[in-house]
T-cell receptor, first 116, second 115 residues
Framework: EPEVTQTPSHQVTQMGQEVILRCVPI?????FYWYRQILGQKVEFLVS????????KSEIFDDQFSVERPDGSNFTLKIRSTKLEDSAMYFC??????????????FGPGTRLLVL | AQTVTQSQPEMSVQEAETVTLSCTYD???????LFWYKQPPSRQMILVIR??????QNATENRFSVNFQKAAKSFSLKISDSQLGDAAMYFC????????????FGAGTILRVKS
């Protein structure tokens, strides 16, 4: 069964450094998302991406964040200058074609980011 | 804005018994989707069950079923014949019908299964 993949599974970085989190959505999916989960807290929406542009973003998704689909398969989240509070689990998700009646978001396994 | 509330931070169930996890939500929409996701210790998010608000029939998936009360804006998850592998964090989530919209999650309920 196709699945969303994410790399790396864990990343440790120094405060102020740039990080890029990578995701490969399921191949025929059209809508892509990033969510984050700070340890012990709820899963929060960051951004959605459709047709090569941001569709919606939350207030968390400030100028330090950016997303890109550099080729036909990867979907990346960049944090320009990491802060301690960016430490979290970051989940990528994707949704199939809008032709589907039941649009489930399929999640990747997550990237655990630790900012020191 | 839509909100999702899970009032039970933690629940316990004996193996082979039945447990119900509660979820309420607030929305002004008439049509929407509701989901239960399971997050085991690996922290992967796994879809358990999905309910469309326009369907009156409660969704079921093997040992998992929901009690969807639209008027009360309640969406509880029943797990029958609980197994050790059911131990996880369970999140209730809401999504509007508009294509591509984000999921809004509740705070989660930790389910412990005792052998």
């Amino acid at each position: 069964e196709p699945e969303v993949t994410q790399t790396p599974s864990h990343q440790v970085t120094q405060m102020g450094q740039e990080v890029i989190l990578r995701c490969v959505p399921i191949s025929n999916h059209l809508y892509f998302y990033w969510y984050r989960q700070i340890l012990g807290q709820k899963v929060e929406f960051l951004v959605s991406f459709y047709n090569n542009e941001i569709s919606e973003k939350s207030e968390i998704f400030d100028d330090q964040f950016s997303v890109e689909r550099p080729d036909g398969s990867n979907f990346t989240l960049k944090i320009r200058s990491t802060k301690l509070e960016d430490s979290a689990m970051y989940f990528c998700a994707s949704t199939p074609s809008r032709v589907a009646i039941e649009e489930t978001q399929y999640f990747g396994p997550g990237t655990r980011l630790l900012v020191l | 804005a839509q909100t999702v509330t899970q009032s039970q931070p933690e629940m316990s169930v004996q193996e082979a018994e039945t447990v119900t996890l509660s979820c309420t939500y607030d929305t002004s929409e008439s049509d929407y989707y509701l989901f239960w996701y399971k997050q085991p210790p690996s922290r992967q998010m796994i879809l358990v069950i999905r309910q469309e608000a326009y369907k009156q029939q409660n969704a079921t998936e093997n040992r998992f079923s929901v009690n969807f009360q639209k008027a009360a804006k309640s969406f509880s998850l029943k797990i029958s014949d609980s197994q050790l592998g059911d131990a996880a964090m369970y999140f209730c989530a809401y999504r509007t019908m508009e294509y591509g919209n984000k999921l809004v999650f509740g705070a989660g309920t930790i389910l412990r299964v005792k052998s």
